[in-house]
């Protein structure tokens, strides 16, 4: 039987490297906002024949738009620029065909104002709260039988906290250095990610649970090691057949969706990580009050040798 709880300063160590640089980037570097939170104009364009991204940048940027975000994928352009009237985007479209000698047709548009990003940013932050807080009463709830329910609640919670933090950090640091932006999609992800990993998470729960009942061992730490390794098998076929798909999406999917679903690649990577290894070995560690000693190895991580 592999020793799982019994590595588990391990496994902590290697989440609070990844959430300390995702919280580092989330500070220093911030979430790049796109139109669905500050206002403004997203549209794919297909060019009969291809033209160079270059090409393109340039001439929208000589239309007076230098602040456009311009992403290429297969045959299809992602432009995000500033909110546009519907004259300046037949104004547009016509200078592209002028200036690339290329026919133009627009597969996708969307515009926001202002007002309504704002207040969807106000509903996104709200969206995550109440999830998060919905979580923590259903788990104490449905946990009730079992010794301090709140505890299995909280575990969860952070295990959640970690995938949301790590996930959002990548993306700080994509918005950093290759320019992306989060949308109403990002948020969409990281929900999706919530809800889908909570359910690992529960599962590997209940099953701590109904070996505890039936009495393994008196050591939480053998219960939840016995439970890790029997639900592992079922939490990788079920988390790669789910990649198998996300990962076709990603390749092949338009320019449109792309992040969302790099979003939901992450996040199925790391919630899958933290539901067997995160969720279950923190409750061992909060059970036998062990605080102390994972700070002190902690610490002595940091320290050179």
Not at 124 to 147: C, E, K, T, V
């Amino acid at each position: 039987m592999i020793d799982f709880v019994g590595k588990r300063h391990w496994f902590f160590l290697g989440s609070a490297i990844a959430v300390l640089v995702a919280v580092m980037a989330l500070i220093t570097f911030g979430l790049r906002p796109g139109i669905d939170f500050t206002g403004g104009t997203s549209m794919t364009l297909h060019f009969q024949p291809q033209v160079e991204q270059s090409a393109l940048r340039q001439s929208v940027w000589d239309f007076g738009h230098t602040e456009a975000m311009i992403q290429g994928s297969d045959d299809d352009y992602l432009i995000r620029l500033k909110q546009l009237t519907p004259q300046e985007r037949e104004d547009l479209m016509a200078t592209l065909e002028s200036e690339l000698g290329s026919s133009v047709t627009v597969m996708d548009y969307n515009t926001v104002s202002p007002s309504v990003a704002t207040e969807t940013a106000e509903k996104a932050g709200l969206a995550m709260l109440l999830a998060s807080a919905a979580m923590l009463l259903y788990i104490a709830w449905a946990f009730r039988r079992m010794p301090s329910p709140f505890k299995w609640g909280a575990c969860a919670i952070v295990a959640l906290i970690h995938n949301v933090l790590i996930v959002a950090g990548f993306f700080a640091l994509l918005g950093q250095f290759r320019g992306v932006e989060v949308d109403a999609l990002f948020i969409t992800g990281l929900l999706t990610i919530v809800g889908y990993t909570i359910n690992n998470t529960v599962v590997v729960f209940d099953r701590i649970r109904e070996n505890r009942a039936k009495g393994i061992s008196h050591d939480l730490g053998i219960t939840v090691n016995c439970s890790l390794v029997e639900t592992l098998v079922r939490t990788v076929n079920t988390s790669l057949t789910t990649l198998c798909v996300i990962l076709a999406l990603l390749l092949f999917g338009g320019a449109t969706i792309h992040y969302f679903i790099l979003v939901l690649f992450l996040g199925l990577l790391v919630g899958t990580y933290s539901s067997m290894f995160i969720a279950g070995p923190l409750l061992v560690t909060w059970e036998k009050r062990e605080w102390g000693q994972v700070l002190a190895r902690l610490r002595s991580a940091r320290q050179p040798a």
